[in-house]
């Protein structure tokens, strides 16, 4: 089961909870009623869904909901986890030989990952295992952004809502002059609907779609681990050997610890 990304909805309740506070501390309980405006919700929402509806595919649109759960869950690999899996592997089949590996397939949950020791175990050539599995990243990289788009446009179409609300506001209240009383609260609530749509975009919208980016991008070093890995395997590489060459894609603290670990075992087994 994939791990649930707490900081997202986190961030979402922190950014809420300070609004309310800025709200209460300078209105108090009363202050926070001329905050809500049914109208200047319907302006923004129902623009922004317009907006959307005319700018994307129905295929297109069909991902939102995909796409905003993969913003509330983290990747599923760790980049040490991958580091292991391929040096057991890459002793099995020095020991044992590549077809070896065919009984570890089934086992394995990622199709991708599944995908390249297949590839490696029929013999295919390091250079056509690297263009397939490439390819495959290639194509990942476009359907997010596709996703991604959808937040990235709704982000861009929000402000520019509450804007248009404001204005229809302001008609109204320009047509009203007669009546110096409701200036005021007519203002007010004229001036909402650029508040909900510049919240919704800085605070939901454009947060979100640049926290899929960062996925993506994560998502794609993840992969290029896998590619090298796959490739070792195929060429017969020494365990040790590919275990040094996929440490590089480590941070510089775990690269660390992984160096110091190595060692503490040379010298325990120079000890023995």
């Known amino acids: 089961m994939r791990k649930r990304d707490v900081l997202t909805p986190i961030g979402i309740t922190l950014g809420f909870i300070m609004l309310m506070l800025a709200i209460l501390f300078k209105g108090g309980t009363q202050g926070t009623k001329f905050f809500l405006d049914i109208s200047s919700i319907f302006v923004v929402m129902g623009g922004v869904a317009a907006s959307l509806l005319i700018n994307f595919k129905t295929e297109q649109i069909k991902l939102t909901g995909t796409v905003l759960k993969e913003a509330f ?24 030989g590549i ?24 013999g295919i050539e390091p250079e056509v295992i690297s263009d397939i599995m490439n390819s495959e990243i290639t194509a990942m990289e476009e359907r997010h952004y596709q996703g991604r788009a959808i937040l ?28 110096p009383a409701t200036l005021g609260p007519k203002m007010a609530v004229a ?15 454009i947060p979100m779609a640049s926290k899929l980016q960062t996925k993506t991008e994560e998502e794609m070093f993840i992969k290029q681990i896998v590619i090298e890995g ?14 040094e060459k996929l440490n590089a894609f480590l941070p510089l603290d775990s690269k660390n610890h992984a160096k110091s670990a190595t060692a503490r075992a040379g010298e325990n087994t120079h000890e023995a």
């Open 73 to 96: 869950h983290q990747n599923d690999h760790r980049i040490e986890d991958l580091i292991s899996m391929f040096v057991r592997l890459a002793g099995r089949a020095r020991r044992e």
């Open 99 to 122: 077809l070896a590996l065919e009984d570890e397939i089934d086992d394995m949950e990622d199709p991708y990952i599944r995908k390249g020791v297949l590839l490696a175990v029929d």
């Open 152 to 179: 990235e446009k709704a982000g861009e179409y929000a402000p520019a809502w509450g804007m248009i609300g404001t204005l229809v506001g302001l008609v109204l209240m320009l047509n009203s002059l007669t009546d």
């Open 191 to 205: 001036l909402l609907t650029t508040l909900y749509g510049t919240v919704m975009a800085n605070l939901f919208f």
């Open 230 to 243: 796959i490739i070792g395997l195929q060429s017969g590489q020494n365990p040790r050997t590919l275990e």
